[in-house]
């Protein structure tokens, strides 16, 4: 974007960079010395289990809650974020799991509600539903996705095309960086890959993708850094070519909680193997 | 690293285009249903396809229509309106007692009325907005509310339960022209009301379609709170709704006062639930998000049809009632399988 390249790497601006972010709700610490950085083009996927903090990065990301701690920036500048809408028009957009779509309506309805074009003036001002429907098509062309009929309700599409639909929409309306909270979470094996390559889409042209997860295995298809949360802190941060997915996944689980956990269920049955001995 | 064009086409093509969208239009069953209606009377009934019988299933299908229609936005919208039968009788009331209290010309009235009216319409919106009560419960409130106030105040200003009359009052003659006169098309007498009903059909469904208000209304009935986090504002549209079938009222209301001259305090009851039966039938569905204007329409007509079919068949009117219980149901039957069927095909 206004990529002012850094004088050490020339790589470009990270659009969001977060350095030893933290947040404390009352005495309990939720977050606590978090750094990531999103570039154009690039996949950050947040690992972590339940509870781990991931949810409170996306609110401190997404402008619901303000950090308590570190540094948030926005293409280089520090910013607070006071609201979603200013997160939006910052270029910073989420999509969340309980998707904003309103089932019985069209796609192309959808696709525009609350940002609806008009054409024509005084009591002729009307939508502009020819240029809705086209744009709707192109934008989700645009993102491989090809709908034959934008007039069908959104609620007739599977759930991975809808999650589809809202990235389309996310990039559409300007992002420049979208955060997927959990997109796969609740899809089979055929639709998380379906969005996951939306993903890549999304990436490919150009946009910074912050994708949380508790999913190693989806995770390493498409991210290029791996930041791990256990109990609200930083448990690790690995570029794609450091760290292959057995270690991935064996980190994201709680590396020596689970060679305990084996262990343990070992000793209960014994005729098991003991596949995760180190 | 797009999709593959190929199996995205697959997709498509298992989800099945064109075909579904028409049954899937709201107003399908209804349509269905009153050519049902029109061809039973048509037999069972002499003079029912004559003009004059057209023209009479025509205006009461209109006096019903001018209020199913913008309750059926509001039940597109998610709500419900269970005020909007008494609140045309308040509308008339308030006109009528206005003007001859006042001894003021009868326009004055009038253009009284009308505030008052929206007022209300207002102030069931903006308790449902502000309370987060279900609508049910508001509306039955400001019903029981403005059935008692209807009867007390106008017992209490003129001693009796019904209006003065003002049929020798200065601007009753132009009133009435404009609310309840007769117009000749084409040979054929009707009655404005007709013109008012088709007029308020046309520009609802300009609203529901054409515009963002449009796109708004099913939203805050589809997904409130969803249309919420997109940036629609759910509560003025809400309260827009309610205002819509206040204004809605005020013309029903000028209409019962300057066709009769007099007003009855105690009508209306009961008619809340006819505009609602009349936009169920029409396709909207009760849980919102769903409907169309012209589907509202159709049910009225369904409801003309048979009110008046009955009286040219000779039959007992006690029977119809039934007939409209009965017919609600099937419609509805009609909607749901018409909808799941479309659904299924997806």
Not at chain 1, 87 to 94: F, H, K, N, V
Not at chain 1, 132 to 149: N, Q
Not at chain 2, 303 to 332: C, E, H, N, R
Request: aromatic share 8%.
């Amino acid at each position: 974007m206004n990529g002012t390249p850094t004088a050490a790497a020339g790589s470009p601006t990270a659009l969001v960079e977060l350095a030893g972010v933290g947040k404390r709700y009352g005495n309990v610490t939720a977050l606590e010395g978090v750094s990531l950085a999103v570039r154009p083009g690039e996949v950050v996927c947040v690992l972590g289990d339940n509870g781990a903090g991931k949810s409170t990065l996306i609110k401190i990301v997404s402008g619901l809650h303000r950090h308590d701690d570190g540094v948030f920036r926005i293409d280089g500048e520090e910013v607070r974020l006071t609201s979603p809408r200013e997160a939006l028009d910052r270029g910073i957009a989420t999509v969340y799991q309980d998707l904003a779509v309103v089932p019985l309506m069209p796609v192309w309805r959808n696709f525009f509600l609350g940002s609806e074009p008009v054409t024509g003036r005084g009591p002729l001002r009307r939508l502009d539903t020819a240029a809705m429907r086209r744009t709707t098509r192109e934008a989700l062309l645009r993102m491989g996705i090809d709908l034959r009929d934008v007039d069908q309700p959104i609620g007739t599409l599977s759930g991975g095309e809808r999650q589809s639909v809202a990235i389309a929409r996310a990039v559409h309306f300007g992002a420049r960086v979208i955060v997927l909270d959990e997109p796969t979470a609740a899809l089979g094996v055929k639709q998380a890959g379906v969005v996951l390559r939306y993903v890549a889409a999304a990436r490919d042209q150009g946009l910074g993708v912050v994708l949380v997860t508790h999913n190693p295995h989806h995770a390493h298809l498409v991210g290029d850094r791996f930041v791990l949360l256990r109990r609200g802190s930083m448990a690790g941060s690995h570029a794609r070519e450091e760290i292959v997915l057995d270690e991935l996944t064996r980190q994201m689980a709680g590396g020596s909680d689970l060679d305990r956990l084996g262990h343990e269920l070992a000793r209960i049955r014994p005729s098991e193997p003991d596949r995760k001995a180190p | 690293m797009t999709a593959t064009p190929a199996a995205l086409a697959e997709d498509a093509a298992e989800r099945g285009p064109v075909a579904r969208r028409l049954p899937a239009r709201p107003e399908l069953g209804a349509v269905v249903g009153a050519a049902a209606v029109l061809v039973f009377f048509a037999l069972a009934a002499d003079g029912f396809l004559r003009p004059a019988g057209l023209g009479t299933v025509l205006y009461a299908a209109s006096t019903i229509g001018i209020m199913a229609v913008p309750v059926a936005l509001l039940m597109i919208g998610g709500e419900f309106d269970l005020s909007a039968g008494v609140m045309v009788t308040s509308s008339a009331l308030v006109s009528s007692m206005f003007s001859y209290q006042m001894t003021a010309n009868t326009w004055v009235g009038v253009a009284v009325s009308l505030p008052v009216t929206l007022a209300i319409g207002f102030f069931n919106g903006w308790t449902l907005t502000r309370t987060r009560l279900p609508s049910f419960i508001i509306t039955l409130g400001t019903f029981l509310m403005l059935t008692g106030l209807n009867l007390g105040l106008t017992k209490l200003i003129g001693g009796t339960v019904s209006t003065r009359a003002i049929g020798d009052m200065e601007g009753f003659d132009s009133a009435r022209a404009v609310f309840a006169s007769d117009i000749t098309v084409g040979g054929f007498q009707l009655r404005i009301t007709i013109v008012w009903w088709l007029a308020l059909v046309a520009a609802a469904t300009w609203i529901l379609l054409r515009t963002r208000a449009g796109n708004w209304i099913f939203a805050t009935g589809g997904n409130a709170e969803a249309a919420r986090a997109v940036g629609v504002p759910v509560d003025r549209v809400r309260i827009g709704l309610y205002t819509g079938v206040a204004l809605a009222a005020w013309i029903s209301g000028q209409h019962l006062l300057f066709s009769y001259d007099v007003v009855q305090s105690g009508e209306g009851v009961g008619n809340e639930l006819i505009y609602i039966a009349a936009a169920v039938i029409g396709g909207c569905l009760l849980t919102g998000g769903y409907g169309s204007a012209a589907g509202a329409a159709v049910g009225a007509l369904i409801f003309g049809m048979t009110s008046k079919g009955i009286v040219y068949a000779q039959w007992d009117p006690s029977w119809f009632k039934f007939f409209l219980g009965a017919m609600l149901l099937l419609a509805t039957l009609l909607n749901a399988w018409i909808r799941k069927r479309a659904e299924a095909s997806s």
